[in-house]
């Protein structure tokens, strides 16, 4: 079973920018699709960006398009999601899994919030 650990949330005005990491155990981590999810208060959880094993090619959600870019680093069994124009409505906890049938044991996630 992988083990998923993700870092870099924090609170930030609107119109900031953000860098999620997300660190993967195991060595098959590579073969797989990977994608960025978060859940906001009272809300389900829902996919932001998704990429294929080799990063070569990525998904986003309407509501991030333009405004993050995922990527990952397989040599260091890391996603990556790069926020950028980040707005209120941004604000959630944001978690990393594979995609799709994401494993059944997620990460503590990442607390994002968008706020003056």
């Known amino acids: 079973q992988v083990q998923l650990v993700e870092s870099g949330g924090d609170l930030v005005q609107p119109g900031g920018s953000l860098r999620l990491s997300c660190a993967a155990s195991?060595?098959?981590?590579?073969?797989?699709?990977m994608g960025w999810y978060r859940q906001a208060p009272g809300k389900q959880r829902e996919l932001v960006a998704k990429?294929?094993?080799?990063?070569?090619?990525?998904m986003y959600a309407a509501f991030v398009k333009g405004r993050f870019t995922i990527s990952r680093d397989n040599a260091k069994n890391t996603v990556y999601l790069q926020m950028n124009s980040l707005k209120p409505e941004d604000t959630a906890v944001y978690y990393c899994?594979?995609?799709?049938?994401?494993?059944?044991?997620w990460g503590q996630g990442t607390q994002v919030t968008v706020s003056s």
């Open positions: 195991g060595s098959i981590f590579g073969i797989y699709d």
């Open positions: 990429l294929t094993s080799s990063g070569s090619t990525k």
């Open positions: 899994n594979k995609y799709p049938s994401p494993w059944v044991s």
